[in-house]
Every structure is written in structure tokens, then in C-alpha cells.
């Protein structure tokens, strides 16, 4: 069995078959739990930890072979990532057998059936359905978005996504700095969305939107990001402010500046961190605490990003 991942952030561990059933409906849906073998022994450990208000991150076990029938997520998107062991997974009429080679993704509509085999073990990742579906969708779609069931966990696109999804495993195992800043944690789980909706193809992908020039609207939002850089903007709130779809405004910032609103704020955050380390006391203030405070998480990539920029480390500019 591998070890327990968030094993710090400890929900419940039981042996009552109850107990399990009814906290896995509090935390995700309700369900249908049952053993597969008849002298199965459950052995339920549950870890969660939240990123934001929009991704969990949780660990799921239940020793022995279990069907979990939960029907439709309705209100989430799932991906079922194993650690240990197998599952057989159906969503809708696809059925996936997960392994460490392949995960499953469940969409919010679509009926999943699930056997998982004894010492099975996963990290699930959990999704708001609204944070995906309004960063998915175009102009005046309204259709529900639905995923691909099978992930392929050996294609380099998934295994760089799968990277920042450990990347914030280990953060939160080792106390969680990463996301003590709320920016910080905004912009990671914008990042793990926009990357599932990217690389895991889906039916918002299939539907070919028609590019437009909308300079007004990269200005609209430029002036946004430019006039309050501390606030914690979303993709989805970008483009509400500008009246246009978060696709629509992906595709104009792409199209006009050849780079997303998120890659425009955050180059907008590090000219302020510049200008704040420029005129900081180096006695009374650190790197850390400006970089902290612009929301960049990574320091070591904080550093080498600052450094590509200015010709110098942030700690150079600091001491002057």
C-alpha cells in the first residue's frame, strides 16, 4: 500500500461501513457502497484538503474491493487519480480501467459506476462545476461540458499538469505556504482549471468559436488588472467585467498580446514587486515578504522569472 497522501489533513478513518457511506456524501454525493467480496473488511481512510473555494484536493482508500455507485456528480467535476492499486470505472457508457497509467474523469452529468479493487488508493481531485464550466464556455453557451473519461497519465501534457497537482500536494503536506496567500491560491487553482480544460480533451474544445478583433475588450481588462493588481482576479471575473466570455477573452489576449489575462497580471504583479523592492528598507523588509505579498508562491521561480526580466535578482535590487 502506498503511503497516505495529506495524511495531516485527516477527515476520517473507519472501520463502520456507515460511517465511510456518510462521509464521502458529506464531502462529495451521495452513493450506493458496497463490498465486493464477502469477507471484505473495510479499512476507510479519507484526507482533504482544500487549494481554494474551487479545487479540493483528497485522499481516498477503503483497503478492500468496494462498488461505489453514485450516480451523476451533478454540482462537480472528479478526476481519479490512483496511487495504489486498480479501479474499473464507467462514466456514461465509456468504461475506464484505471491504473497508475490511467486516471478517470468524471463530469458533473454523466452517471458514474465504480469497482475499486482491494488496496486501491486515490488521489482525487475535486472541481467546482461552476470555476470550470464558466472558464470553458463561449458567448451564449449554456450546454453542460463533458470530459473525456480516460486521462492518460504518460502524455507529457498530463504529466506537467499532474506535476502542479503534486506541486500542491507537497505544499500542504508541508504546512501549506504556498497558499497562505489568497492570490497565491486563486491563481493555482485558475492554473489547474485552465490546464484540465487544455489538455483533457472535453466538448467545449470540439466546438470551433469564431475569432473576432476586440481590442476594446483587451483594454477593458488590461485597465482592470493594471488599476488593481492586488485584487485576486479570475479569468471567469475578467471576463464578466469586460461582458465577453473567459474563452473570448483568452482568445483576444492571445490574438492581440500573445499571452493570457493571467500571464498579463502576473507580469503586471512583478513590475510592482520591482517597484516595491526599489524603494523597501532592506533592514525591515525581505524578498519573501514582497514576493508573498504579489502572490508569487514559487520564490526560486520568482527569482529566475525576476532575473530574466531586470538582469538582476530580486535581492540585488533590494540592497541597493
Not at 469497482?115 to 482525487?124: D, I, K, N, R, S
Not at 497565491?184 to 470551433?208: D, K, W, Y
Not at 513590475?271 to 523597501?280: F, K, N, Q, S
Amino acid at each position: 500500500m502506498a503511503r497516505p497522501l495529506l495524511s495531516a489533513h485527516r477527515r476520517m478513518a473507519t472501520t463502520d461501513m456507515d460511517e465511510a457511506r456518510h462521509e464521502v456524501a458529506e464531502h462529495f454525493c451521495p452513493h450506493l457502497l458496497e463490498p465486493t467480496g464477502r469477507d471484505a473488511r473495510l479499512d476507510m481512510v479519507h484526507n482533504a484538503a482544500p487549494i481554494g473555494s474551487s479545487v479540493t484536493l483528497n485522499y481516498l482508500t477503503y483497503g478492500s474491493g468496494m462498488r461505489i455507485t453514485p450516480g451523476t456528480f451533478d454540482d462537480f467535476y472528479l478526476v481519479k487519480v490512483p496511487v495504489a492499486g486498480t479501479a474499473r470505472v464507467r462514466v456514461g457508457s465509456q468504461v475506464v480501467h484505471s491504473t497508475r497509467n490511467r486516471a478517470s474523469v468524471g463530469s458533473p452529468t454523466e452517471p458514474v459506476d465504480m469497482v475499486w479493487g482491494e488496496g486501491c488508493a486515490q488521489l482525487l481531485i475535486y472541481f467546482r462545476r461552476g470555476s470550470v464550466e464558466d472558464m470553458a464556455r463561449a458567448d451564449g453557451d449554456s450546454a453542460p461540458v463533458v470530459f473525456e473519461p480516460a486521462m492518460d497519465l504518460q502524455t507529457p501534457s498530463v504529466r506537467s499538469w499532474l506535476r502542479l497537482v503534486h506541486l500542491a500536494v507537497d505544499d500542504v503536506e508541508s504546512g501549506g505556504a504556498l497558499f497562505g496567500s489568497a492570490l497565491a491560491a486563486v491563481h493555482f487553482e485558475q492554473t489547474l482549471i485552465s490546464g484540465l480544460l487544455a489538455m483533457q480533451p472535453n466538448s467545449a474544445r470540439e466546438v470551433e468559436q469564431p475569432t473576432r478583433p476586440c481590442p476594446p475588450v483587451v483594454r477593458t481588462v488590461v485597465d482592470l488588472i493594471e488599476g488593481q493588481p492586488e485584487h485576486e482576479w479570475t479569468v471567469v471575473e475578467l471576463a464578466r467585467r469586460a461582458g465577453v466570455a473567459p474563452r473570448t477573452l483568452q482568445e483576444a489576449f492571445q490574438r492581440e498580446l500573445g499571452m493570457s489575462p493571467l500571464e498579463r497580471l502576473r507580469r503586471t504583479r512583478m513590475e510592482r514587486a520591482r517597484r516595491d523592492l526599489v524603494a523597501a528598507d532592506a533592514t525591515q523588509t525581505s524578498v519573501t515578504d514582497v514576493a508573498v505579498r504579489w502572490g508569487f508562491f514559487h520564490l526560486g521561480r520568482f527569482a529566475q522569472t525576476y532575473r530574466a526580466r531586470y538582469q538582476e535578482l530580486p535581492s540585488t535590487t533590494l540592497a541597493r
